[in-house]
């Protein structure tokens, strides 16, 4: 799963640019959090403030939905939210409207923010790579949409895969884009090669054997500015680990476009194929609907207004 560090220091984002980015694209975390700090207000004053207008709500919630580790689902808890906008100075139904179920999600169906943990596995060994890259666990740019090739080879092994991102910076001054990748069984992670196609350059990389675990840098020619958009490409080759039945893709937050494309060397041609969902990495899968593989001996999935969580395909050999 992708993340990013910032390329600098993050404060020089005014409160009210940092709101109006956060209201336009969400997630409802960021914008929560944006409005927070332009109002100034401790959560136990607007804890205080919904309680005069009969709201209870704990204080311990409040920075649940700050940090993205909870969404406001229910009934009460959207009317807490609607109570919000007018303490917070926002525009009636602006943060609602980032807590509308996203058609089409991985998992729950909402926009609430995914946690590492849930996503790629093992996580303690995801969250060392990013401490060796200074790389925070939270996301200075978010993926607007992304496209992903990936070649099996004829050892049924997965060789190759090529990523078109497109990603907007919710922070100011972000230069670079952390992408981690995980190898399949036998995997050995020292031989796989990082090539950037487009756009950015090859910094830093930290592997994790053991954990068949690499971690690479992906920088940009400039620091970003909050709210501007950058498309960039890379390719990883690997074709060191052992038969692969299904490739993933995990998004700890909302993506607006996602196509994955996997084709197939020839003799080794699978008998099916399948399009399916996972709440967490090591869940069973869920949603599982079979897929065609073309005459080019490929399979794609596409998805609009993707939630967060893992979305993937799967095959048969025999």
Same mark, same amino acid.
């Given at each position: 799963?992708?993340?990013?560090?910032?390329?600098?220091?993050?404060?020089?984002?005014?409160?009210?640019?940092?709101?109006?980015?956060?209201?336009?694209? =969400?997630?409802?975390?960021?914008?929560?959090?944006?409005?927070?700090?332009?109002?100034?207000?401790?959560?136990?004053?607007? #804890?205080?403030? &919904?309680?005069?207008?009969?709201?209870?709500?704990?204080?311990?919630?409040?920075?649940?939905?700050?940090?993205?580790?909870?969404?406001?689902?229910?009934?009460?808890?959207?009317?807490?939210?609607?109570? &919000?906008?007018?303490?917070?100075?926002?525009?009636?139904?602006?943060?609602?409207?980032?807590? @509308?179920?996203?058609?089409g999600g991985t998992g729950g169906g909402t926009r609430a923010a995914r946690r590492y943990q849930e996503l790629i596995g093992p996580?303690?060994?995801?969250?060392?790579?990013?401490? #060796?890259?200074?790389?925070?666990?939270?996301?200075?740019?978010?993926?607007?949409?992304?496209?992903?090739?990936?070649?099996? =080879?004829?050892?049924?092994?997965?060789?190759?895969?090529?990523?078109?991102?497109?990603?907007?910076?919710?922070?100011?001054?972000?230069?670079?884009?952390?992408?981690?990748?995980?190898?399949?069984?036998?995997?050995?992670?020292?031989?796989?090669?990082?090539?950037?196609?487009?756009?950015?350059?090859?910094?830093?990389?930290?592997?994790?054997?053991?954990?068949?675990?690499?971690?690479? @840098?992906?920088?940009?020619?400039?620091?970003?500015?909050?709210?501007?958009?950058?498309?960039?490409?890379?390719?990883?080759?690997?074709?060191?680990?052992?038969?692969?039945?299904?490739?993933v893709r995990g998004f700890r937050y909302p993506v607006s476009h996602y196509l994955l494309q996997v084709s197939f060397a020839p003799?080794?041609?699978?008998?099916?194929?399948?399009?399916?969902?996972?709440?967490?990495?090591?869940?069973?899968?869920?949603?599982?609907?079979?897929?065609?593989?073309?005459?080019?001996?490929?399979?794609?999935?596409?998805?609009? @207004?993707?939630?967060?969580?893992?979305?993937?395909?799967?095959?048969?050999?025999?």
């Open positions: 799963m992708p993340t990013a560090r910032p390329g600098g220091a993050v404060h020089g984002d005014s409160p009210d640019e940092a709101l109006a980015e956060a209201l336009r694209s =969400g997630p409802f975390h960021l914008a929560l959090r944006a409005a927070v700090r332009r109002r100034g207000l401790a959560l136990h004053r607007i #804890q205080h403030r &919904l309680a005069e207008q009969g709201l209870r709500v704990s204080v311990t919630s409040l920075s649940y939905w700050q940090r993205g580790e909870r969404v406001p689902a229910r009934s009460e808890s959207v009317q807490v939210v609607r109570a &919000l906008e007018g303490i917070l100075g926002i525009v009636p139904g602006a943060l609602v409207r980032l807590l @509308e179920p996203v058609h996580a303690a060994a995801v969250l060392r790579l990013l401490e #060796q890259l200074d790389c925070p666990t939270e996301d200075r740019l978010h993926t607007v949409s992304q496209f992903e090739q990936v070649r099996v =080879g004829r050892r049924r092994e997965l060789w190759q895969r090529e990523i078109q991102q497109f990603v907007r910076a919710h922070r100011g001054n972000v230069d670079r884009y952390v992408s981690i990748y995980e190898g399949d069984f036998g995997c050995d992670v020292t031989r796989v090669r990082i090539d950037p196609l487009d756009n950015c350059r090859l910094g830093r990389v930290r592997s994790d054997p053991a954990s068949a675990l690499l971690a690479a @840098e992906l920088v940009f020619d400039r620091p970003l500015a909050l709210g501007e958009t950058q498309p960039f490409r890379y390719r990883i080759t690997d074709g060191t680990g052992g038969e692969c039945t299904e490739y003799p080794a041609l699978p008998v099916r194929c399948y399009r399916f969902t996972r709440r967490a990495s090591g869940a069973p899968r869920r949603r599982v609907v079979q897929v065609p593989l073309n005459g080019y001996h490929s399979t794609h999935l596409a998805e609009q @207004e993707l939630g967060p969580g893992i979305v993937g395909l799967g095959w048969e050999w025999d």
